[in-house]
């Protein structure tokens, strides 16, 4: 069975400061995903930024990096300068070979401070 | 807006009634799919259709839930006989591959009492 687990469960940072989120996982697969989706309070799940485990190079969406190291089954998320509009509840999830029906992890809440 | 809708936003129960739930996915998303999120824990999968066919069912699911996707178009959730553990948040996702991460819908909250 596929595990997920997020370590933080809550968060802080300044405004424009950068904040590292972090995930580790464990599959049998050979061929993944990997995702991070963020959840605002009251509002849906969107998704953040995707990986590709045959992909070495690690995926960049704007401000939101991932620092993923296979081998580790590590999958950390970075936001760069962050805004308040980054206060969230961010999942970490691992699909197997269907990209639509993932395993989460348990969340870390995210705040975001002026 | 051409985002997965649910209705109703939110539900309150009395324990033993039976509620149901409706999803209406991105259109031409053949693929959808049903979790269940508590407070302070992340989705859980429930079950997924391609089209019509209902291909996977989560061991969560127990005999007093229910999904159907007839026509491959919307898709209901129905739980009989509520019980308290039953209150939770119903999310419902749709993708239009197998490649494809899910778009989720702003979800059912449940409270049964």
């Known amino acids: 069975a596929q595990t997920v687990t997020q370590s933080q469960p809550e968060m802080s940072v300044q405004e424009a400061e950068t904040v590292t989120l972090s995930c580790t996982y464990d599959?049998?697969?050979?061929?993944?995903?990997l995702f991070w989706y963020k959840q605002p309070p009251s509002r849906q799940m969107i998704l953040v930024i995707r990986?590709?485990?045959?992909?070495?190079q690690n995926a960049t969406e704007n401000r939101f990096s991932v620092n993923f190291q296979k081998a580790a089954k590590s999958f950390s998320l970075k936001i760069s300068d962050s805004q308040l509009g980054d206060t969230a509840m961010y999942f970490c999830?691992?699909?197997?070979?269907?990209?639509?029906?993932?395993?989460f992890g348990d969340g870390t809440t995210l705040t975001v401070k002026p | 807006d051409t985002g997965v809708s649910q209705n109703p936003r939110h539900k309150i129960t009395k324990r033993g009634q039976n509620v149901t739930f409706r999803c209406d996915p991105i259109?031409?998303?053949?693929?959808l799919y049903w979790y269940r999120q508590t407070l302070g824990q992340g989705p859980e999968f429930l079950t997924y259709?391609?089209?019509?066919?209902?291909?996977?069912k989560s061991r969560l699911l127990s005999d007093r839930f229910s999904a159907e996707r007839p026509k491959g178009s919307f898709s209901t959730l129905e739980i009989q006989r509520t019980e308290q553990g039953d209150s939770a948040m119903y999310l419902c996702?749709?993708?239009?591959?197998?490649?494809?991460?899910?778009?989720f819908g702003q979800g059912t909250r449940l409270t049964v009492v």
């Open positions: 996702a749709s993708s239009p591959s197998l490649n494809t991460e899910a778009f």
């Open positions: 599959t049998s697969e050979n061929n993944y995903y």
């Open positions: 990986q590709e485990a045959y992909k070495q």
């Open positions: 999830a691992s699909p197997n070979t269907n990209a639509g029906k993932s395993t």
């Open positions: 259109s031409e998303h053949n693929r």
């Open positions: 259709f391609q089209n019509e066919a209902q291909l996977e």
